[in-house]
Structure formats: C-alpha cells, structure tokens
C-alpha cells in the first residue's frame, strides 16, 4: 500500500485522537506464525497476551573493525489485536514500514504516532527500548505509562528480557533477525517473540570513528505469559 506525503501530512491531524489505547480486542485470532520448517524458536502453543507492531530504530556502533555493532533499539509499539484474523494483521509491518519511510523523522514519538496508528487503525500501547544492567544492556517492552487499558498504570506492567535463540529473517538480508527472549523481571511476558521484522539492518562495513546511526525497522512482537494484574 503506497501513502504519499500529502495523506502522512493530512494524518497528523489526528495524532493526538489516536495517542493512546482506549480498549484492547482478544488476541484469539492475533495468533504468532512461524515457519512451518524452522527449529530455532520455540513454538508457542494458544493465543499471545499481547500483540504489538513495533515501529523504531535499530542503533548501531562503529567498531575498531570496521563493522557495525549493534548499541539497543528504540521503539514504540502499537496494539494489535484488533487486526487478528485480517489480512491486514498478515502484513501491518510491511504497511507501517513503508508509512515510517516517507517520515522525516528517525524516531516515532507522541508527536508523530499518529502518522502510523491512523493509516492503519491501531493503538500506541507502549515503548520498548533498552536499558543499563550490570552486564551491559537489556531490552524491555513497557506499558506502564502507555498500554492496553487493562495493564496501562501498573507497576509490573513491563518486561526486562534476555536473549534465547534467535533466526534468520527468512524475507531478505536487510531485515533484522527474529529473536526468542525470556522474561527477567516484570510481569508483562514470560516469553517474548520478535517475527515479521522490515528493515533494522546497518551497512555492511563504516569507517572507523565514524558516528552512531540508527536505522527504521518494524516488527511485530508477540508477548506470552502475562501476569499483571
């Protein structure tokens, strides 16, 4: 689906009307697919606690080898669920990918959020973005300040993860990996899923001493295991 600038400009408009989720659909029908042959990610038996579009930025370091090293991500993730069983829901990433590339700005903020949740009929319902640990850094998906109605507020309403195993984008080179993660605190997932990724993947080599760059990607991310109550 092609947007041009002047229906992105137009969709500004209402930004501000879309800002924040007002109820959240079953995700009987948001259900997680992966391919039929892979064995890297666990496959996950039911429906998802949460489906979300994560609509951001991969950032990325120039190493001492001339190679890009990845520095975290930054995010904001939209519900969902109320596309499951679409073929909208089949290719929302693709869609607010190619609507993420015709905006100027690198980041998807309250600002401009609307340019994504109103071409497509979804929901801001949180941020996901790294965070400093004793061994580095670490994801976390949160929807303490923005998310579903039934957990936006909540103390415990995110979660800090880790890596488990991660697969090949089976769709090209320029995609990020799909990635399994595992919950270390929180108690938004036990289990977390990142599939259907656009984008992410820096060039192949930078010049030493070069600065940081992000690159757009998209995903969808299927959160499993909530207990925030």
Known sequence: MFFSKSIIATTLFAASAL?????????????????ANETALAKQTGAPSFALLGVGVQNYTCGADAKYASAGAVAELFDISCLGGTKAFDTVQDTAYNIF??????????????????????????????TPTATGTAPVWDMR????????????????????ANLTAPNGAEDV?????????????TAIYRINTRGGQPPASCAVGSAPISVKYTS??????STVV
């Open 19 to 35: 800002a924040a989720p007002l109820f959240s659909c079953s995700t009987a029908k948001a259900l997680m697919t992966l391919p």
């Open 101 to 130: 590339k015709l905006i100027p700005d690198k980041l998807i903020s309250a600002k401009n959020a609307g340019l994504i949740s109103a071409p497509i009929g979804v929901f801001s319902s949180g941020k996901h973005f790294f």
């Open 145 to 164: 300040a923005v998310g579903v109605k039934s957990v936006q507020g909540k103390p415990d309403a995110y979660v800090l993860a880790a890596k488990v």
């Open 177 to 189: 990996p799909w990635l399994q993660l595992k919950n270390v605190e929180g108690d938004l997932a």
């Open 220 to 225: 969808k991310y299927f959160l499993f295991g």
